[in-house]
Nanobody, 119 residues
Framework: VQLVESGGGLVRPGGSLTLSCAAS????????MGWYRQAPGKQRELVAH????????NYADSVKGRFTISRDNAKNTILLQMNSLKPEDTAVYYC?????????????WGQGTQVTVSS
């Protein structure tokens, strides 16, 4: 499984960006997908998570109300719509997929895309 992120870049505070993650496999078979981020000197943290079983999406408290995760299984893609961006949102954003094979949970990561929020 390969995950390829796109859509990062430089944006001013208050602006918007949409990140996209294209998966090489059939996302309908994935257990869940999500977005994580890692700022310099900090640990990687969960931003948003969307399960494949129709369950609720989950968001980090710091992005609730501003970010929206969605998936398009027909295109094997997930999106992260980011609005009202703040300088503290600056980080490398990683796409994540969890795939269960014979009861074993496999974890996959994309290469990351840089998001910089600055005036």
């Amino acid at each position: 499984v390969q995950l390829v992120e796109s859509g990062g870049g430089l944006v001013r505070p208050g602006g918007s960006l949409t990140l996209s993650c294209a998966a090489s496999g059939n996302t309908e078979s994935f257990t869940s997908m999500g977005w994580y981020r890692q700022a310099p000197g900090k640990q990687r943290e969960l931003v948003a998570h969307i399960p494949n079983d129709g369950g609720n999406t989950n968001y980090a408290d710091s992005v609730k109300g501003r970010f929206t995760i969605s998936r398009d299984n027909a295109k094997n893609t997930i999106l992260l719509q980011m609005n009202s961006l703040k300088p503290e949102d600056t980080a490398v954003y990683y796409c994540n997929a969890l795939i269960t094979v014979d009861t074993v949970l496999n974890v996959y990561w994309g290469q990351g895309t840089q998001v910089t929020v600055s005036s």
